[in-house]
């Protein structure tokens, strides 16, 4: 298997834009996680699915942020409006057996830069 | 709320150094432990899942232990290489079935 596989890598773009970004867990796998990482703030978990649906958005900061799971080889993370403080490395996880039983397994993370 | 706590924030060791990288948490109440290495500009690797009822895992050179009662987990590193240069985070799941991460211990090794 590859891997959880998130994209893009890198995105630059100006505030008031709209950002997408993308993720594929790893086949079986039937929970995801997105996760947000700053060097002031650490780790943060914005959002995790079970079997594609929303389980806990707490971690959401705005309503700017949305996240949708359609399918279970595919979840997207939206920012619109984005703001220069939602500059990160966003990394996307997966596991199976439940959220509270398995091994973590990330992808390489969409670093995020907002001018 | 849990809070996980990873200190010292930074370290550096001469090659072949044993050495142990400290993670203490506020909740007990934990499904499980686990540490992740993290290198530069990549995402994180699970190194060792310690589940709540076991004391301790092993990995080659890595083991790690689990005390609940006492809110702390290390990651020992035996024989440590310049490969092994990279952030280790620990991070510990509860009741919220939230994975609670630490911010890190990053880790020099120098040959």
């Known amino acids: 298997d590859a891997g959880v596989i998130q994209s893009p890598r890198h995105e630059v773009t100006e505030m008031g834009q709209e950002v997408t970004l993308r993720c594929k867990p790893i086949s079986g796998h039937n929970s995801l996680f997105w996760y947000r990482q700053t060097m002031m703030r650490g780790l943060e978990l914005l959002i995790y699915f079970n079997n594609n649906v929303p389980i806990d958005d707490s971690g959401m900061p705005e309503d700017r942020f949305s996240a949708k799971m359609p399918n279970a080889s595919f979840s997207t993370l939206k920012i619109q409006p984005s703001e220069p403080r939602d500059s990160a490395v966003y990394f996307c996880?997966?596991?199976?057996?439940?959220?509270?039983?398995?091994?973590?397994?990330f992808g390489e993370g969409s670093r995020l830069t907002v001018l | 709320k849990q809070e996980v706590t990873q200190i010292p924030a930074a370290l550096s060791v001469p090659e072949g150094e044993n050495l142990v990288l400290n993670c203490s948490f506020t909740d007990s109440a934990i499904y499980n432990l686990q540490w992740f290495r993290q290198d530069p500009g990549k995402g994180l690797t699970s190194l060792l899942l310690i589940q709540s009822s076991q004391r301790e895992q092993t990995s080659g050179r890595l083991n790690a232990s689990l005390d609940k009662s006492s809110g702390r987990s290390t990651l020992y590193i035996a024989a440590s290489q310049p490969g092994d240069s990279a952030t280790y985070l620990c991070?510990?799941?509860?009741?919220?079935?939230?994975?609670?991460f630490g911010k890190g211990t990053k880790l020099t090794v120098n040959p």
């Open positions: 996880a997966s596991t199976s057996g439940g959220a509270n039983t398995g091994e973590l397994f």
């Open positions: 991070a510990a799941q509860g009741g919220s079935e939230k994975l609670v």
